[in-house]
């Protein structure tokens, strides 16, 4: 069980993994959740109920 955003503290995940062009955001969080030992439907459920937001900043740093 996911434990509810918040509840836990948000701490930066061990490997880090760049974006590809035109890959899109379901592949980058498989190949980030691999990455990182965690099952892809994990990452994207914790990813889905948090208070994560994409900024412009954000998107412009990672290209």
Do not use: D, W
Not at 15 to 26: I, K, T
Request: proline share 11%; charged share 15%; with cysteine.
């Amino acid at each position: 069980m996911i434990p509810p955003a918040g509840e836990i503290p948000v701490v930066r995940l061990p490997f880090q993994v760049r974006p590809q062009s035109g890959e899109g955001a379901r592949l980058f969080i498989t190949r980030l959740a691999h990455a990182n030992c965690l099952p892809p439907a994990y990452l994207r459920k914790y990813l889905a109920e948090s208070n994560f937001t994409v900024t412009n900043h954000a998107v412009t740093h990672l290209r």
